[in-house]
């Protein structure tokens, strides 16, 4: 006993604070992935979208 709290009280105590830390650390590093994975994307959306002008304006150049 510590402070007349049982041992197993005490431990379950850090164990739930252990893991709420834990699942708030993984939520962390979700949201980062989740944030590079949608930077990601967006770059190649990007990419295409300056592709296709470029397809375009040389397709506008041929015509004329």
Do not use: H
């Not at 850090?14 to 830390?21: N, T």
Request: aromatic share 10%; charged share 35%; net charge positive.
């Amino acid at each position: 006993m510590l402070l007349g709290i049982p041992l197993w009280v005490v431990l379950v105590t850090l164990l739930i604070f252990l893991s709420g830390y834990m699942a708030f650390k993984t939520m962390q590093e979700e949201r980062e992935q989740d944030q590079q994975f949608i930077e990601r994307e967006g770059k190649v959306y990007i990419d295409r979208m300056k592709e296709e002008k470029q397809i375009r304006e040389q397709r506008r150049q041929r015509s004329n």
